[in-house]
């Protein structure tokens, strides 16, 4: 992967959406006071280009990393500012940090739950998405879906007779 591309990119997208939602007051519409970067010098100068191309005025900084992956400064395209000796900063700094980590995590956990549900349930002909979803909502997990008798299948709302026939076999015959 490249990092510097990726943040490029997603910044290219997001102020794509700023132009298209430009004064409508809601999220897209409204420009950050400051983008703070999870990278460095490479980071902020693979970005700031994008923001002056752009004409707008934001401000940009990079977290750079000590050894131990800890934000040790923030640097803007000149330039580091150390901020271990003022704490306030820092922990202003660390906490956002993490939360940008917790919302990554929460993220990619999702989208994995979502691939493993498609590949399991779905690969059952029969069962789309939705009666993924609603197989999932009846019994909690694919465990028990797998373990439910014929009956039971056929109680999940919008299951039909064939499809949990379908289903019963499928876990059956592993």
């Known amino acids: 992967n490249d990092d510097c591309a990726s943040m490029a990119e997603v910044i290219t997208r997001r102020l794509n959406e700023y132009k298209k939602h430009q004064g409508d007051g809601d999220y897209f519409g409204r420009l950050p006071d400051l983008i703070l970067l999870d990278g460095g010098k490479g980071q902020v100068a693979a970005v700031a280009p994008?923001?002056?191309?752009?004409?707008?005025?934001i401000a940009l900084l990079g977290m750079v990393k000590d050894d131990k992956h800890r934000t040790r400064a923030i640097t803007d395209e000149g330039?580091?500012?150390?901020?271990k000796a003022t704490r306030s900063a820092y922990n202003l700094v660390y906490a956002i940090q993490e939360?940008?980590?917790?919302f990554a995590i929460g993220y990619h956990?999702?989208?994995r739950k979502k691939k493993m549900l498609g590949s399991s349930l779905t690969a059952i002909e029969g069962v789309g998405e939705t009666r993924a979803k609603q197989l999932m909502a009846h019994?909690?997990?694919?465990?028990?879906?797998s373990t439910a008798?014929?009956?039971d299948l056929m109680r999940v709302k919008g299951m039909t007779e064939p499809v949990a026939k379908k289903v019963y076999e499928y876990f059956r015959k592993r």
């Open 50 to 57: 994008i923001i002056k191309n752009a004409g707008l005025d």
């Open 79 to 83: 330039g580091e500012i150390a901020i």
């Open 99 to 102: 939360e940008v980590h917790r």
């Open 109 to 111: 956990n999702r989208r």
């Open 139 to 145: 019994f909690g997990t694919v465990t028990a879906i």
């Open 149 to 151: 008798e014929l009956e």
